[in-house]
């Protein structure tokens, strides 16, 4: 377990602070967990949509407000700072009838352009 003491971490997957390699591991097991929460309850929604019968007619966007830094810069499970970690964030669009939209787009976009063209 981790110190719960004053200057230790109550929540034992975001250790505070990071100052040995076991507590790293920790965060990064404990980022993994949250993103592997996030998956599995998108694919309970991709499985319902498809139960009753509306994932071939559903249009799903999934994206972010930020990236996060994960030990880059030495910072540690925050996004304070203006890199690519930060400002590198993902849009996952799934377009019903859309032959192949697999790919990267490298461009600089704002989250209010894609909004307006998918209700466009």
Known sequence: GFDVTPGGSKYPRMPSPIDDMGKVKAWFDGYDTGVLYADHH???IVEE?????LFDDTIIVI???HGENL???NVWGD???ADEFTCNVPLVIRWPGA???RGVNAGLHYHFDWAATLID
């Not at 949509?49 to 019968?53: A, C, D, S």
């Open 42 to 44: 998108v694919g309970l």
């Open 49 to 53: 949509l498809k139960r009753q019968n």
């Open 63 to 65: 994206g972010a407000d």
């Open 71 to 73: 030990g880059e810069l």
């Open 79 to 81: 996004h304070q700072t």
């Open 99 to 101: 032959k192949d939209m």
